[in-house]
């Protein structure tokens, strides 16, 4: 069982933790962008909890997807290689980094014209709401996801500049 382990364990590295491949994968970055985009969602929910009229609205979406936008194109950058990750580590299944930065574009796409479509406040504030919950639980996926590939290259889930390469 050790051996079974310890083989594991170097197909893991070799697959994704090459330093000489021009392909690298900081697992740490990946997983403290998923807790960024996380946070902005809310600090987004709380903002448009004070939005009186449909200027602020348009104001703070806006805002929210200038800052969300580029860090969701970061992790899509590196998903395809974390999924790589996940299939050499054995867990083919886990291989979902790409489909759940995906959904969080969807998600936010959605919201970008969600938004702001009521005149009531209530309702944005409402859809704002919801768009929170929805990104922090891919977030959520995310984190684990890169905790998972981290515990296979025997990285603490906070250690910085842990690379998984392909």
Not at 109 to 123: E, I, Y
């Amino acid at each position: 069982m050790r051996r079974i382990g310890s083989a594991l364990a170097v197909a893991v590295l070799a697959a994704c933790g090459s330093s000489s491949n021009s392909s690298t994968l900081d697992v740490a970055s990946f997983r403290s962008t998923a807790q960024a985009i996380a946070s902005a969602a809310d600090q987004h929910a709380t903002a448009m909890s004070s939005v009186a009229n449909m200027t602020d609205c348009q104001t703070e979406l806006s805002h929210y997807q200038g800052t969300v936008q580029p860090m969701i194109d970061r992790m899509s950058g590196l998903s395809d290689s974390m999924d790589t990750c996940m299939r050499s580590g054995g867990q083919p299944n886990d291989a979902d980094a790409r489909a759940t930065c995906d959904s969080m574009s969807s998600e936010l796409q959605a919201h970008l014209a969600q938004g702001c479509a009521s005149s009531d406040m209530g309702v944005d504030r409402a859809e704002a709401t919801r768009h929170a919950r929805a990104m922090d639980g891919f977030a959520k996926r995310e984190e684990d996801r890169a905790d998972m590939i981290g515990g296979m290259m025997g990285m603490s889930p906070m250690m910085s500049g842990g690379h998984c390469s392909r």
